[in-house]
């Protein structure tokens, strides 16, 4: 083999290759980037909706849940919940979402005193 030859193709491969392990490692980087942004406005949507309850219950009276199922309620809405998707079939995931967060806080009243 031609030397010139030998040097182009181990130069286009080495480049394929490296190429290659960049776009994985962005697209990596780039999914995890999404998820922990998602979780962050995940738990800043929760802490607001918890804060409203508050003040509600602090002038009306009343138990409060938790603030973890607060965040676990805004969370699984952020993972479940498509945007594109009908209203008919986002009413239903909210409908599923919301039964789910009312089992976990009635799981952690049960438990509260264990805390």
Known sequence: MDPALAAIIGGASGALITGGITIFTTLIHTNTEKQRHK????????????????????????KLPPPQTYIVYSLKFMEDVNYNDPPEKIAKQLKAITK????????????????
């Open 100 to 115: 789910d967060s009312k089992q976990l806080t009635d799981l952690m009243k049960d438990n509260q005193s264990e805390y």
């Open 39 to 62: 979780k962050e406005i995940a738990t800043q949507i929760a802490l607001t909706e918890y804060n409203a309850a508050a003040s509600i219950v602090q002038r009306r009276g009343g």
